[in-house]
């Protein structure tokens, strides 16, 4: 792991908004390559070095664009190819049935409030277009969802690498160890507020479900 972030942080100095782009998208794939080790250090490359030509702002959009492009290649396979074959195949594409199946029971019982906070969510992140795909989410109000969702994420991570940069030596900024460190230093009341906010609104559904069906008793 510690020889592939250093590989990745490469390609985001060396390739842009582009590297950060198809990092996320692959991020939104089944290729385990998680946003934390990508959008922090391009963030720190934007606030740190001005001659790299990026901004924070071209960060989270690049960002946010991959996720998107990511995700909707995933929503689109799976809506082709449907239920029955992800069960069968999906093993083989690091999407193992107990993966699947709680990426799918998120997805029906949540619906798509669960599109935009499964961008917070480790696991789910990376699985739940497929279980969108297959119970045939409309594609324009499952690309709002992830676009708003992956905006909102990619924004909170581009701040804390800007963070993390502006305290950071410049002397350190080539020492992949010295990032994930500084980055590690900083991240924890930025993960409290996300569990803060996931176990909440996991509560406030708990709560409203039994009066929604009482209401439609047809759910």
């Known amino acids: ?16 908004y582009m590297a950060v782009f198809w990092l996320m998208a692959l991020e939104s794939t089944i290729v385990p390559i998680p946003s934390e080790v990508v959008i922090p250090p391009a963030a720190i490359v934007a606030a740190t070095q001005p001659d790299a030509g990026m901004s924070l702002l071209g960060v989270v959009i690049a960002g946010t664009l991959g996720s998107w492009f ?103 900024l080539q020492n992949a160890d010295a990032i994930i460190r500084a980055t590690k230093s900083e991240s924890l009341p930025i993960i409290a507020a996300i569990v803060l906010v996931c176990v909440l609104y996991f509560v406030a559904m708990r709560l409203t479900a039994p009066k929604a069906a009482a209401i439609n008793p047809a759910s």
């Open 70 to 172: 990511g995700s909707a290649i995933m929503y689109v396979v799976a809506r082709s190819i449907g239920r029955a074959a992800m069960l069968r195949w999906g093993k083989y594409f690091l999407i193992p049935p107990d993966k699947f199946a709680r990426a799918e029971i998120f997805m029906r019982r949540y619906e798509a409030g669960g599109i935009f906070f499964a961008r917070l969510l480790p696991v789910i992140r990376h699985l739940i277009s497929i279980p969108a795909g297959i119970i045939r989410m409309g594609f324009v109000k499952f690309s709002i969802l992830t676009l708003v969702g992956s905006a909102v994420w990619c924004a909170v991570l581009a701040w804390l690498g800007g963070r993390v940069g502006a305290k950071m030596d410049p002397a350190e």
């Open 1 to 16: 792991m510690h020889q592939l972030i250093e590989l990745w942080f490469g390609w985001v100095q060396s390739g842009g």
